[in-house]
């Protein structure tokens, strides 16, 4: 007898970037304005952080040094007792563009609506960001989210001969756990899709039939904002998924931004960081998890007439018949 399929691929997922895509703010903001940091003078010194360490032969990353940065101002007292606790309580200090949390219910009542929950789909939404996990989980979008992908830092580090059975102590953030950069985030779109977020045993590099994944590619939106995405648009495009680029309605530079990347077939389609009802964004992505849902429902039906036979019925004694048997 066949086993059972491991996932039964009835997800929709829709991948959000945070910054400048579901908060007009970049997520440091509340942390800066509570130590009395100047953001631009932060951000001057992180982008002429690689040109200051080649100098000494050290490549540093562009797109993550920050957060060795946002260390040093913690180690050298700029920021602090800045812990993971106090991170996402900022977290809950960040402002979303309008009509986020609406559109988040209005899209998961998509598929509370006949045929849709009579075939058991579901939507999740996940972040996925170069930007700090603690502040997202502190967000008040957090608790609409199947899961966060972003950078993450460890408070008091273990020591030589800790105790492997023991429990990380508190304090002040020490050291980088994890980041992403621009082009790492593919890698959470694929540990989605194999649903390595699910079940701790799997691994993103794990060899499994693309009919075994738990959220195949093409049942993904991926929405960001800019040029910094277009690793994570290319992954999700190429395997049949959608990807939707917002812009700041407030920026006409950052709506040719959008637009540009329309222009390059990097995106299907862009519109507003406004999620209100009504708006063009609001009815594209509403649309398209329709017109995914109705796609999965359909591929359902197909398998059903492939993989069952018709049984037996009986056949009705009308006149026809009957004239036949004399």
């Given at each position: ?31 800066f304005r509570a130590y009395n940091v100047d953001a631009e003078r932060f951000w001057g010194e992180v982008h002429a952080l690689p040109g200051y360490y080649r100098r000494a032969g050290i490549h540093v990353q562009a797109d993550t040094c920050y957060l060795g940065h946002l260390l040093t101002y913690v180690n050298s007292g ?249």
């Amino acid at each position: 007898m066949p086993e059972k399929g491991l996932w039964l691929q009835n997800i929709i997922a829709i991948i959000w970037d945070f910054d400048k895509t579901l908060s007009p703010e970049y997520m440091q903001g509340p942390l800066f304005r509570a130590y009395n940091v100047d953001a631009e003078r932060f951000w001057g010194e992180v982008h002429a952080l690689p040109g200051y360490y080649r100098r000494a032969g050290i490549h540093v990353q562009a797109d993550t040094c920050y957060l060795g940065h946002l260390l040093t101002y913690v180690n050298s007292g700029r920021m602090p007792g800045l812990t993971n606790a106090k991170l996402r309580a900022f977290g809950g200090e960040l402002e979303l563009y309008p009509g986020v949390l609406e559109l988040f219910e209005s899209l998961e009542q998509v598929l509370e609506t006949p045929p849709f929950r009579a075939g058991d789909l579901h939507l999740e939404h996940y972040v996925v960001s170069t930007g700090l996990a603690e502040m997202v989980r502190g967000s008040k979008v957090a608790s609409r989210l199947s899961g966060v992908w972003a950078s993450e830092f460890i408070e008091e580090p273990a020591q030589p001969g800790f105790d492997a059975d023991g429990c990380p102590q508190e304090g002040p953030i020490s050291q980088i756990a994890s980041f992403l950069d621009n082009t790492t985030k593919t890698r959470a779109i694929f540990e989605i899709n194999k649903g390595a977020n699910k079940l701790p045993e799997l691994t993103v590099n794990d060899t499994m039939p693309e009919e075994e994944r738990r959220v195949p590619i093409d049942q993904m939106i991926y929405v960001a904002d800019g040029p910094s995405d277009i690793p994570s648009f290319s992954v999700v495009r190429k395997h049949g998924g959608l990807a939707f680029a917002v812009y700041d309605p407030q920026s006409s530079q950052h709506f040719a931004q959008a637009d540009k990347l329309r222009q390059d077939n990097r995106v299907d389609s862009f519109g507003p960081a406004d999620y209100r009802h009504g708006t063009h964004t609001s009815m594209w992505l509403t649309l398209q998890v329709q017109n995914i849902a109705e796609r999965m429902m359909r591929k359902r039906k197909e398998a059903l007439g492939r993989r069952v036979a018709p049984g037996p019925v009986h056949i009705e004694d009308n006149a026809e018949t009957r004239g036949a048997k004399e």
